[in-house]
């Protein structure tokens, strides 16, 4: 990228940034308590237990982002939530601790893989893999009997599940 595209690029995040910054509000502490709250009892419903929250003390518009610490399974997972105060909608997204997602995605793809073999399929290329929660998600290029299929791959709790398109 030449000098001018940089100086683009770098206005263009200066002011996306300004636009951040101009949305932020303070959270009053009655709602970062019922978003800590709320993101409590995602977690509870998610399997989670020992759970600690801390909502920001700024959020964006009606948006609360609550940092949390919890235990599954004897393991520690770390994450964040988002409460939206208008909707009183709640999105969770935790991750194991101690676990670089290259691992844990070299392992989802090599289960995916595995899969689709057992079930006698050729797997001739896998998707980018991506993150969805606590799910690690791929699209696999399938053959069997010199026909092309697709497979949707979800890999959880060492687990694969795949379907076949």
Known sequence: MGSTGSRFLALGVVALSGLG????????????????EECRAEARAEGFREISAEASSTGI????LVN??????GQDYTGSCTYDRSTRRVRLSMSRVGEADGERFARAREACREEAVDRGYEVRGTSDV????????????L?????????????????????IR
């Open 21 to 36: 910054l101009a949305a932020c509000t303070t959270v009053p502490p009655r709602a970062a308590d019922r978003a800590e």
């Open 61 to 64: 518009g009606d948006t609360v």
């Open 68 to 73: 949390m610490n919890a235990r599954r399974d």
């Open 130 to 141: 991506r993150r969805v929660g606590d799910t690690i998600r791929m699209t696999l290029d």
């Open 143 to 163: 053959r069997r009997r010199g026909r092309s299929y697709e497979g949707y791959c979800r890999y959880a709790d060492r687990r694969a599940d795949l379907e």
